[in-house]
């Protein structure tokens, strides 16, 4: 259990500002309502999603809203109705909202729901993020932290479970040959994903050298910079054929071509990142080679859960992904350090 001081009737909280900037303001502490709990942040990423967003590049997040979807915590206050997690607890959350009536939610496809909201990814601001003195969500979307897990460590189980969901709905990857287009945190830890889940070869592209030297560092079998003339070419001898699975995690026309040209009839791309635009893709070849496309989106409880047991079995490499941990005053000085090229994840403190 961890005790952190309560803040006064306001607090301070980061403000994003898509085709803007990043700066504090303060508001009064949020307090659960029934259902709810209240958590002071200790460790909260800041995601590439973020970063596109301020830079106007993200396809929905158009308008001002707070930050913090990545996020580990201690448990300060329980709604009416909640009987746990005890206050003191450390949890890290689960920002994806789902309605738990609609069909998908049903079927257990909660990343799906109808009406699906976000915290921390919401203009309306009904769900103000984690990079606050204090932050509200629903008490199914905590997850408790077992001890043996620190902080750094949870506060990357969120971006773990994208992967980790992505890699599931592929499919049975024992023995498969797997490329990983992107190297950047999510790109990482699909590969992490992709081996525990039986990939035999594992090969990844990107542009950035630092981001090709990590992903060997990481256990790639190899890395090929993306737009390397012979870039397919080198990947095919790397794997020893065609991919039976692609994950872009780039997402960008340039991106999805190359994932289709990669792979083998019958093969799977999965779509990681989220694309900035629309594409136009070969779709003779799409329907002639009976590829399958398939959009990933987020994760489910199972996903979060399978992500705590892999950050629990010691497989998630912190130390070659986080690259600094700013403080709340200087959150926009650590949003500027995670839109550089070589980045790696930047982490900021509320506490």
Not at 149 to 154: E, G, K, L, M, S
Request: a negative charge; proline letters at 7%; one cysteine or more.
């Amino acid at each position: 259990m961890t005790t952190i001081p309560s803040p006064a009737v306001t607090m301070r909280r980061a403000l994003a500002e898509p085709r803007g900037a990043v700066r504090l303001e303060n508001q009064p502490v949020p307090e659960p309502a029934a259902g709810q709990v209240q958590v002071a942040g200790t460790l909260v990423g800041i995601c590439g999603s973020d970063t596109h967003a301020l830079a106007g590049a993200h396809p929905f997040l158009t308008g001002p809203y707070v930050p913090g979807h990545e996020a580990v915590g201690v448990v300060t206050a329980l709604g009416p109705g909640v009987d746990g997690p005890a206050v003191g607890t450390r949890v890290l959350l689960k920002p994806n909202v789902a309605c738990g009536s609609c069909v998908n939610c049903a079927a257990g496809r909660t990343n799906a729901c109808e009406r699906l909201s976000w915290i921390g990814c919401d203009p309306s601001r009904h769900w103000a993020g984690a990079m606050a003195d204090r932050f509200v969500a629903p008490r199914e979307n905590l997850f408790p932290v077992p001890d043996a897990v620190d902080d750094r460590t949870a506060a990357l189980v969120e971006c773990l479970a994208t992967p980790v969901h992505a890699v599931r709905i592929a499919g049975d990857l024992t023995g498969a040959r797997v490329v990983v287009l992107g190297a950047g945190t999510i790109g990482v830890l699909t590969a992490v994903a992709a081996r525990r889940a039986g990939a035999a070869t594992v090969v990844m592209t990107d542009n950035d050298p630092g981001k090709l030297a990590r992903a060997t560092r990481i256990g790639a079998d190899a890395a090929v910079p993306a737009t390397a003339g012979d870039a397919d070419e080198r990947v095919r001898d790397a794997l020893g054929g065609s991919a039976d699975a692609v994950f872009d995690c780039v997402a960008s026309e340039r991106s999805l071509r190359q994932a289709i040209g990669l792979l083998r009839r019958a093969g799977s791309l999965l779509v990681v990142g989220v694309p900035a635009r629309a594409a136009s893709l070969p779709m003779p070849e799409i329907q002639d080679w009976e590829l399958r496309i398939q959009g990933c989106a987020a994760y489910t409880e199972v996903d979060v859960v399978t992500a705590l047991r892999i950050a629990g079995e010691g497989l998630i490499p912190v130390e070659e992904l986080v690259s600094a941990v700013y403080p709340l005053d200087g959150v926009a000085a650590a949003f500027a350090a995670a839109a550089e090229d070589s980045s790696g994840k930047v982490l900021v403190a509320p506490h």
